[in-house]
């Protein structure tokens, strides 16, 4: 049992902070794009766009799904510690730090995913603000 009780702290919980970084990572990433973008030197909008969206699905992606991972991982945590109840007999020292350790993915999956939303949220928010940039420099009211 104590094999799973590592895979779901350091599975799951280290899958969550994979997931962190990647997201970060994404979002330095494209914010450094947005910084270096000029508008003027795209005559199409459409690939001024495609340039601009590349992997922002990615750091969506880890936002919503993050939670459930947490999520998963709180699930396993409380099936373990009721097994280990159900073996080892009733004991609420025992019973009380199985749960909040398994509540401890529900807490990491929600770290993740706050930042992660946030972050696509103010990089799609500067995408839209190139291209009404590139509509305003190109005479053209947005498509």
């Known amino acids: 049992m104590e094999y799973l009780h590592n895979l ?13 970084v990647v ?12 910084r270096a973008v000029r508008v003027e ?5 459409k690939v001024l766009e495609l340039h601009l969206s590349h ?8 936002g919503a799904n993050a939670p459930y991972i947490g999520l998963l991982g709180t699930v396993l945590g409380i099936m373990l510690t009721f097994y280990d109840i159900g ?12 749960l909040a ?10 770290l993740v995913a706050i930042p992660a939303v946030t972050l696509y949220n103010l990089l799609l928010r500067r995408c839209k603000v190139l291209l009404m ?8 009211k947005g498509v």
């Not at 599975?11 to 962190?20: E, H, P, Y």
């Not at 350790?101 to 929600?110: M, V």
């Not at 940039?133 to 053209?140: A, E, K, L, P, T």
Request: hydrophobic share 55%; aromatic share 10%.
């Open 8 to 20: 779901i702290d350091y599975g799951i919980l280290g899958l969550l902070l994979f997931m962190s």
């Open 23 to 34: 997201a970060l990572a994404l979002a330095m990433e494209r914010w450094l794009v947005y």
């Open 41 to 45: 030197q795209y005559a199409d909008r």
């Open 55 to 62: 992997k922002l699905h990615l750091i969506a992606t880890i």
């Open 87 to 98: 073996a080892a007999g009733f004991d609420t020292t025992k019973i009380m730090t199985g």
């Open 101 to 110: 350790l398994a509540l401890k993915a529900t807490a990491l999956g929600l």
């Open 133 to 140: 940039q590139w509509d305003i420099c190109h005479g053209r």
